[in-house]
């Protein structure tokens, strides 16, 4: 059986500047090439901005990606620019890309690899501009929703008539929780085009080991949460933040970068527990597990989330979660061993989770095993399934 021909098509996919960029993507990608039944490689347009300077933030980082393909774990990668236009963006965005990158994605079709299904990520506006390019070219589209591009872009209406457009002239579709699909077919999308693979976890990188080296290598001492992610208003930290004033002798650690950090580091100073929290700063992959093995337990307060993968790396490592109750999450945190869900989005919702969960808390054997039943194998045999049927249908 010869291998397929998949190219990846995403804007969130990691780079030599922002390495952990979309991670998610790659992480898929690397255990579905494992698999040793696909050829792959990737497009990842980047937004076009004149400037590299670090004041521009996202944009300035965009600006010192090259243009030049490489290579990112034997993988050719290239990254296509295209335009960003301020306040008509939103909805222009899509064809804005599918333009600016058609030149570029038909001639690798036509002369470097003669991809046979187009893997798209994150539907919106990334989703329609692949199934435009694949209508073009005549290739078959799989899109895959993640959670915002679902559970917040068709609140508005010309995105939503787009989504639902790409949908329709998808080939497939997947979700990485139960909740999108759900919300792909109350957007009138048929179910039976819509295949739940939810994301796994790397079992090996993410394991319990030596806690107290861990807890020493940090200068932990007290009872210590641990929240992960980009500082932005929807993770939620600024709740974990006011919680402390409610639990005392806790110490708070903040894994991430992101736009909110001076509010928050103000918001810890307000609330009178800036000596209880430390901003860790973004940690690269390899140095989270210690985080997550010194810390009691994982605190993940964010308003949407469609398969938020930190829960199953603090799990993996044996240390349970206290977690909003939203979309993929209750998928995923199901029993005691897991963590608690908190009865609501709050400081208070926060600090009640964390009393609960320590009334009664798992032993790290029993989260790790709870973890364990998420493994890549069963996305990965999902993938090679769905896209064979779609290229033998073609």
Same mark, same amino acid.
């Given at each position: 059986?010869?291998?397929?021909?998949?190219? !990846?098509?995403?804007?969130?996919?990691?780079?030599k500047?922002?390495?952990?960029?979309?991670?998610?993507?790659?992480?898929?990608?690397g255990?579905?090439?494992?698999?040793?039944q696909?050829?792959?490689?990737?497009?990842?347009?980047?937004?076009?901005?004149?400037?590299?300077?670090?004041?521009?933030?996202?944009?300035?980082?965009?600006?010192?990606?090259?243009?030049q393909?490489?290579?990112?774990?034997?993988v050719p990668?290239?990254?296509?620019? *295209?335009?960003?236009?301020?306040?008509?963006?939103?909805?222009?965005?899509?064809?804005?890309?599918?333009?600016?990158?058609?030149?570029?994605?038909?001639?690798?079709?036509?002369?470097?690899?003669p991809?046979?299904v187009i893997?798209?990520?994150?539907?919106?506006?990334?989703?329609?501009?692949?199934?435009?390019?694949?209508k073009q070219?005549?290739?078959?589209?799989v899109?895959?929703?993640?959670?915002?591009?679902i559970?917040?872009? &068709?609140?508005?209406?010309? &995105?939503?008539?787009?989504?639902?457009?790409?949908?329709?002239?998808s080939?497939?579709?997947?979700?990485?929780?139960?909740?999108?699909?759900?919300?792909?077919?109350?957007?009138?999308?048929?179910?039976?085009?819509?295949?739940?693979?939810?994301?796994?976890v790397?079992l090996?990188?993410? #394991?319990?080991?030596?806690? #107290? #080296?861990?807890?020493?290598?940090?200068?932990?001492?007290?009872? !210590?949460?641990?929240?992960?992610?980009?500082?932005?208003?929807?993770?939620?930290?600024?709740?974990?933040?006011?919680?402390?004033?409610?639990?005392?002798?806790?110490d708070?650690?903040?894994?991430?970068?992101?736009? +909110?950090?001076?509010?928050?580091?103000?918001?810890?100073?307000?609330?009178?527990?800036?000596?209880?929290?430390?901003?860790?700063?973004?940690?690269?992959?390899?140095?989270?597990?210690?985080? *997550?093995?010194?810390?009691?337990?994982?605190?993940?307060?964010?308003?949407? +989330?469609?398969?938020?993968?930190?829960?199953?790396?603090?799990?993996?490592?044996? !240390?349970?979660?206290?977690?909003?109750?939203?979309?993929?999450?209750?998928?995923?945190?199901?029993?005691?061993a897991?963590?608690?869900?908190?009865? +609501?989005?709050?400081?208070?919702?926060? !600090?009640a989770?964390?009393?609960?969960?320590?009334l009664?808390?798992?032993?790290?054997?029993?989260?790790?095993?709870?973890?364990?039943?998420?493994?890549?194998q069963?996305?990965?045999?999902?993938?090679?399934?769905?896209?064979?049927s779609?290229?033998?249908?073609?």
């Amino acid at each position: 059986m010869s291998n397929l021909k998949i190219l !990846t098509f995403s804007t969130l996919f990691p780079n030599k500047i922002q390495k952990t960029h979309g991670i998610f993507v790659q992480t898929r990608l690397g255990y579905l090439r494992q698999s040793g039944q696909i050829d792959s490689r990737v497009m990842a347009p980047v937004p076009w901005f004149p400037w590299s300077h670090s004041r521009f933030g996202d944009y300035g980082q965009f600006a010192k990606i090259s243009a030049q393909d490489h290579c990112l774990d034997n993988v050719p990668v290239s990254h296509p620019r *295209y335009p960003v236009i301020p306040k008509i963006g939103m909805s222009a965005a899509p064809m804005l890309m599918a333009l600016s990158v058609a030149k570029s994605l038909f001639h690798i079709h036509k002369n470097i690899f003669p991809f046979q299904v187009i893997d798209a990520h994150y539907f919106y506006p990334d989703g329609v501009a692949a199934a435009w390019l694949g209508k073009q070219l005549g290739v078959p589209v799989v899109i895959t929703a993640r959670g915002t591009d679902i559970n917040l872009i &068709p609140k508005y209406a010309l &995105p939503r008539r787009m989504i639902k457009w790409a949908a329709e002239h998808s080939a497939g579709m997947i979700t990485v929780c139960a909740a999108l699909k759900e919300s792909l077919v109350e957007l009138g999308i048929d179910a039976r085009k819509v295949t739940v693979l939810r994301n796994g976890v790397d079992l090996v990188r993410f #394991q319990p080991g030596d806690r #107290q #080296q861990a807890r020493q290598a940090l200068s932990l001492t007290r009872r !210590t949460l641990l929240s992960v992610g980009h500082l932005i208003t929807r993770k939620g930290h600024d709740l974990a933040i006011k919680a402390l004033m409610d639990l005392p002798d806790t110490d708070l650690l903040i894994a991430g970068s992101g736009p +909110e950090e001076n509010s928050l580091r103000a918001l810890a100073d307000q609330c009178q527990v800036s000596d209880r929290v430390r901003f860790l700063g973004a940690l690269p992959q390899e140095q989270l597990p210690d985080c *997550y093995r010194a810390a009691d337990a994982l605190i993940l307060a964010s308003s949407r +989330e469609g398969w938020a993968n930190v829960l199953l790396e603090s799990m993996a490592c044996g !240390t349970p979660v206290v977690a909003s109750n939203v979309w993929g999450t209750p998928e995923v945190v199901t029993n005691q061993a897991a963590g608690v869900l908190m009865p +609501e989005r709050s400081p208070a919702g926060v !600090t009640a989770g964390v009393n609960t969960l320590f009334l009664n808390k798992p032993n790290s054997s029993e989260t790790r095993h709870h973890a364990e039943q998420f493994s890549w194998q069963d996305t990965t045999d999902g993938q090679l399934a769905l896209f064979r049927s779609i290229i033998e249908k073609k």
